[in-house]
């Protein structure tokens, strides 16, 4: 195994567990992959992340083929079909946080409500169409809620984030979380006042130094 395939390896599990202490995940659920060589590794099916080690992660080629003792995660097809659309992605990251998860299970997209939503490429997030998980369907609903976004919710189910990088894949879930908390909490105050799209287009242009660095 060659030594950055290792280092990828041991970064999974070290994000794995961090997505767990940001509230990103809980129990098993939630997965992450990271593009590698002419393929992605990605996080084994239910393996609890503080039994994971390096040697668990699952090494996938394109067409669906996968190596290792353990299978990969039931969500693997939408991990591959992003990756294999999208250059600019290096790491997925998708996990069943409360207050994203929330919106996703009344199937609202989240608007601009704060200017941090620039982060997620546009002036919404939007919700994936609901449909079975780990079916081509619903990566097929997943590619469709991602163009020109970073990130998006699943109806029903959870969110995923996207990044060049593994670091800025897992920054960006922990804002969309963030993001979601705080639309929720105003939604019971009132009535949240949207941002133009002037503003967001604006942000958005700022937004490519802002963060993880993506190299």
Known sequence: MRSDEQQLRHAVVAACRRMQRLGLSHGTSGNISVRCGDGLLITPSGVPYDKLSGEDIVGMGFDGSWQGKLAPSSEWRFHLDIM?????????VHGHPLYATSLAICRREIPAVHYMIAAAGGATVRCAEYATFGTKALSI???????????????NHGMIATGATLERALWLASELENLAHQYVISLTIGHPVILSDHEIETNIALFKNYGPKKI
Do not use: T
Not at 84 to 92: G, W
Not at 141 to 155: F, G, K, Q, Y
């Open 84 to 92: 294999q659309s999208r250059d600019d992605v290096n790491a997925v």
């Open 141 to 155: 609903n997943v590619l469709d809620a991602m163009r020109e976004r970073n990130c998006c919710l699943l109806a």
